[in-house]
């Protein structure tokens, strides 16, 4: 399968090719269990960034990128690279909240990471303000309470989909503020402020229709074990099953294609 790294379009369902990236037959797929989840899986904590995994980049006492040891991935409908967090192709490097808020601009995406947690994602506004998902509500917090001494990066170009201006970006985050649990359709930060930047329904709970010929494949890149791929019938069912693996450190079997070195 070739890499498609560099298209940042994506095509309407109806249009991508339905070829197996696998290299399977349909009937060799073996299904397995499904989990399920709570509306939030991450919580913010009080650790130091010296616990959270974080390595240093530069010098001591200066402000600057830091390195912290993540599971990457790669994800495809069908044969088109719809997600990308892997370290060859893009800067992986976190910033303290106080350096990141210096490089946003409105209607940035943010993810903020810590070892053995699912990232927390928000929708940057402005004046150090940012919109998230927090515990099933749409709220408005300050970046440098939200973060809870994790640090963070701009995650616009981490899903591959065509964004939506700047402008609609923030009406779709401040439009649902306040809202809670019992009436929100996202499961989790990552879905709600991806959905925000680009409009898709696949980011809601049960937004897109399951079928036989719609597969999402998930490739994870785990360090001494070569790359898994998982298949799975809905975006919003692939996101679950990452930020797990990103809480848990633990790879399950959903729908095992291919195990090994690539």
């Given at each position: 399968m070739?890499?498609?790294l ?15 990236p696998?290299?399977?037959?349909k009937?060799?797929?073996?299904v ?5 989840f ?6 913010v ?6 616990d959270?995994?974080f390595?240093k980049?530069?010098?001591?006492g ?13 994800a495809f409908?069908s044969?088109?690279c719809?997600?990308s967090?892997?370290?060859?192709n ?10 990141l ?6 209607g940035?995406?943010?993810?903020l ?5 699912a990232?927390?994602w928000?929708?940057?506004?402005q004046n ?18 939200v ?14 989909f065509r ?12 439009g649902?503020l306040?809202l809670?649990s ?10 709600f402020a991806?959905?925000?930047r680009f409009?898709?329904?696949e ?19 785990v360090s001494?074990?070569?790359?898994h ?8 069912d ?10 848990s450190?633990?790879?399950k ?10």
């Open positions: 070739g890499n498609q560099d298209r940042i379009t994506h095509l309407n369902y109806s249009e991508l090719p339905t070829g197996d696998s290299g399977l037959e009937d060799e797929l073996r397995g269990v499904a989990y399920f709570s509306d939030e899986e991450e919580e904590d009080d650790r130091s960034p010296s959270c995994g390595t980049d530069h010098s001591p200066e402000e600057g990128p830091l390195t912290v040891s993540e599971v990457e991935y790669s409908c044969q088109e719809i997600f967090k892997l370290r060859e893009e800067d992986l490097h976190v910033y303290s909240d106080k350096t808020l210096t490089m946003c601009k409105p940035d995406l943010l993810e990471v810590a070892a053995a947690q990232p927390h928000a929708v940057y506004e150090d303000q940012v919109i998230h998902l927090h515990k099933g509500e749409i709220r408005k917090d300050s970046l440098l309470e973060s809870g001494g994790r640090h963070g990066r701009i995650v616009n170009n981490r899903y591959r964004p939506l201006p700047a402008d609609l970006v923030m009406q779709n985050a401040a649902h306040g809670n019992g009436e929100i359709c996202w499961t989790n930060s990552e879905s991806a959905w925000c409009g898709k329904r980011f809601k709970a049960g937004g897109e229709a399951h079928s036989a010929e719609q597969q999402y494949f998930l490739k994870v890149h001494g074990s070569g790359v791929t998982l298949v799975f019938r809905s975006l919003e692939m996101i679950r099953e990452r930020r797990r693996v990103d809480a450190g633990i790879l079997e959903l729908s095992l294609v291919h195990g090994g070195h690539e």
